[in-house]
């Protein structure tokens, strides 16, 4: 797989799908307990009625992660 860096094509297609549903883009990054993590959080805080502060910090993380 190539290298994936911040800013490139993948991080923006994982950022976006994140926005979308939360940990969907860090799936897509191969990041698994980071998307468990991130969907679980957005479930709680639709139940505060804050569920989309959850799908921006979501896509937040996945448009700015950088792999090792």
């Known amino acids: 797989m190539p290298e994936v860096g911040q800013g490139s094509a993948g991080n923006v297609i994982a950022a ?3 926005f979308f549903l ?3 883009g860090q799936l897509v990054q191969g990041r ?3 998307a468990i993590g991130f969907f679980l ?3 709680v805080l639709w ?3 804050l569920g989309w502060l959850g799908h921006i910090v ?3 993380d996945a448009a700015v992660w950088k792999s090792k």
Request: proline share 6%; net charge neutral; aromatic share 16%.
């Open 16 to 18: 976006l799908a994140s």
């Open 22 to 24: 939360p940990g969907l």
């Open 32 to 34: 698994v307990l980071a």
């Open 41 to 43: 959080l957005s479930g």
């Open 47 to 49: 139940f505060f009625f």
């Open 58 to 60: 979501a896509a937040i």
